[in-house]
T-cell receptor
């Protein structure tokens, strides 16, 4: 079946560097894409979302890029800090709004090296 | 402003037993979704409740059932527990018109022995 997946299970970056976390999706009918951060022992925390009619969206230190041609989503984190260490999930929701659960990928574990 | 709350935090049950998990949504939210997260995996959608009705369901058996109350809080019930039901159960709340923006609670860690 169609699902959202991630390229890399673990990403290690130096503190202060920029991080890029990638995600591939296969459901062309998806309308919303969302990035979540999950710290150990906690529930996923909403970071940023992007709708399918957009290519880029910026938040505080984060940018999400959507490439519908190759069905690719990325999360860029600027000036990575120790507090950014977590597992990052991309999720998608199908078109139609209303009662639609999110489909999550397996996650990328971001490790910050001092 | 309280976020999403869940109870209990941890729970240990025996195979064949039944369990009830509880969730209170974020203030202003009217929709509650439940997810199951196995260790090392992403959350999997169980079902969503709005206006006290189940609106959509993921690929989970009928042993998983739920309820939403008039104050928008919700319960997840699992009957005839299996070892494979051991997981973190997450509740997420949202506004019905913005269901892609879901806010998660800390989860209930269920262990089935």
């Amino acid at each position: 079946g169609e699902s959202v997946g991630l390229h890399l299970p673990t990403l290690s970056v130096q503190e202060g560097d920029n991080s890029i976390i990638n995600c591939a999706y296969s459901n062309s009918a998806s309308d919303y894409f969302i990035w979540y951060k999950q710290e150990s022992g906690k529930g996923p925390q909403f970071i940023i979302d992007i709708r399918s009619n957009m290519d880029k969206r910026q938040g505080q230190r984060v940018t999400v890029l959507l490439n519908k041609t190759v069905k690719h989503l990325s999360l860029q984190i600027a000036a990575t800090q120790p507090g950014d260490s977590a597992v990052y999930f991309c999720a998608e929701q199908g078109y139609g709004g209303g009662a639609d659960g999110l489909t999550f990928g397996k996650g990328t574990h971001l490790i910050i090296q001092p | 402003d309280a976020g999403v709350t869940q109870s209990p935090t941890h729970l240990i049950k025996t195979r064949g037993q039944q369990v009830t998990l509880r969730c209170s949504p974020k203030s202003g939210h009217d929709t509650v979704s439940w997810y199951q997260q196995a260790l090392g995996q992403g959350p999997q959608f169980i079902f969503q409740y709005y206006e006290e009705e189940e609106r959509q369901r993921g690929n989970f058996p009928d042993r998983f059932s739920g309820h939403q109350f008039p104050n928008y809080s919700s319960e997840l019930n699992v009957n005839a527990l299996l070892l494979g039901d051991s997981a973190l159960y997450l509740c997420a709340s949202s506004h019905y018109r913005i269901t892609y923006e879901q806010y998660f609670g800390p989860g209930t860690r269920l262990t089935v022995t």
